[in-house]
């Protein structure tokens, strides 16, 4: 990736990002550059801990950036695009990996033939370990796609889905992790309940997370079977299995999905 990458806004997603292309290599600092709002003590932050350009101006951001990552909340991101619109040339791709907001709408306020993909990331971006999910919008083309998703696949893996899609995505891969991490931490205060270092706790419980995950990935099996191999009769597993069922715990998860997948469509029509 020989260009110059250009990020509007400097929070948790840009940052994800932006470790993970550095620890993976995919760009020189220098080729990479970051503009946020109005907090310099943040793009410090930035430029101390990754050694990345940072600026104040936009202009100076997307001068000659082939690509250029839309990375604000959903709803400062109408102010954030008004302002590149005099600054963006014809040429340049623009990825959002904004929740809940269409490339139609980006389009709209672009008001010109731009291309953009729309990308749902997650934050293990950071560690190259991102599932992420792409979508083009209506002006980009097969090779913007690629760019796109050859991006992407440096720091994870990358579906390619219709925009239609994204509300899900969002609900399942994009807010996913924290699912886990709601679930991990009440296992840490289980264990650590029952007497158990906190520390061996955390490391236990991370290895086991990551375990599962990779059991997932490759042992061909789906979770269902994956589960009833763990679940020996009148065993550990069956009675707590039997405590999340009572608590209707698959039916939470469901709920939590829903309402995840509700709010991206509603962060959709906010603007
Ligand atoms: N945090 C996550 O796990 C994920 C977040 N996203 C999406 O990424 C986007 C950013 O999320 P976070 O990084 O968590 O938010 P954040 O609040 O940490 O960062 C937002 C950044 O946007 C900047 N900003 C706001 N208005 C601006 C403007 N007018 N011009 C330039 N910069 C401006 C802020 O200064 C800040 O640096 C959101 O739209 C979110 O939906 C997508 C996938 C996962
Ligand atoms: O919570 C959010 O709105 C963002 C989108 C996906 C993950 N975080």
């Known amino acids: 990736m020989p260009e110059k990458i250009a990020f509007i806004g400097a929070g948790s997603m840009a940052e994800a990002i932006i470790s993970g292309i550095r620890e993976m290599n995919v760009y020189e600092k220098e080729q990479v550059w970051v503009t946020n709002k109005e907090n310099k003590e943040r793009l410090q932050y930035m430029k101390d801990r990754y050694g990345v350009r940072c600026t104040a101006e936009k202009a100076e951001a997307l001068q000659d950036a082939a690509i250029v990552v839309l990375a604000t909340k959903p709803y400062d991101l109408k102010d954030a695009v008004l302002d590149i619109v005099p600054l963006l040339q014809p040429e340049q791709l623009v990825i959002s990996v904004v929740a809940g907001i269409s490339t139609d709408y980006i389009g709209s306020l672009l008001q010109q033939n731009t291309a953009i ?62 699912y886990i991490y709601y679930l991990v931490e009440a296992m840490e205060k289980a264990a650590v309940n029952a007497g158990l270092q906190a520390e061996v706790a955390k490391q236990l419980i991370a290895q086991t997370v990551l375990g599962a995950g990779e059991m997932l990935k490759k042992s061909g099996e789906n979770a269902a079977a994956l589960r009833k191999k763990i679940t020996s009769k009148k065993g550990t597993t069956e009675a707590g299995i039997q405590t999340l069922a009572a608590h209707q715990f698959q039916q939470a998860v469901i709920d939590c999905v829903d309402s995840a997948r509700k709010r991206s469509i509603e962060l959709g029509k906010q603007n």
């Open 117 to 178: 993909v729309r990308v749902m990331p997650n934050t293990s971006a950071s560690i190259g370990m991102s599932a992420t999910a792409i979508a083009a919008g209506e002006f980009a083309a097969t090779d913007d796609m690629k760019k796109a998703k050859a991006l992407f696949e440096t720091i994870g893996t990358v579906e390619i889905v219709d925009e239609e899609a994204m509300h899900t995505v969002t609900s399942i891969s994009g807010s996913g992790p924290a």
